[in-house]
């Protein structure tokens, strides 16, 4: 069983920036999806666990960096330049490389962006 647990959320104003943090162990590859009012989940970025980058969204490209630290046991997601419409409640998640849906999820960790 993969335990993750996310922090880094909170308040900021337009243009700031945040630095989410989710723990996890293990060769997993790491997952940040996060999911607004009255919207479905979406995904944000996913990073290999070599540290390759699989991708972005294109709400995000640009603005968000996500990286890890394996020996830390932590991935991150740096999120500058932030809108309005990036509050959320943002998630990390957690797969084997060889399969397509994540298995494991933390409880998230709530941004909100004031205007």
């Known amino acids: 069983q993969v335990q993750l647990e996310e922090s880094g959320g909170g308040l900021v104003q337009t243009g700031g920036s945040l630095r989410l943090s989710c723990a996890a162990s293990?060769?997993?590859?790491m997952g940040w999806f996060r999911q607004a009012p009255g919207k479905e989940r979406e995904f944000v970025a996913a990073?290999?666990?070599?540290?390759?980058?699989?991708g972005y969204a294109e709400s995000v490209k640009g603005r968000f960096i996500v990286s890890r630290a394996n020996a830390k046991n932590t991935v991150y997601l740096q999120m500058n330049s932030l809108k309005p419409e990036d509050t959320a409640v943002y998630y990390c998640?957690?797969?084997?490389?060889?399969?397509?849906?994540?298995?494991?999820w933390g409880q998230g960790t709530q941004v909100t962006v004031s205007s």
């Open positions: 998640a957690a797969k084997v490389a060889s399969l397509y849906e994540y298995n494991y």
């Open positions: 293990g060769p997993y590859t």
């Open positions: 990073i290999r666990w070599s540290g390759g980058i699989i």
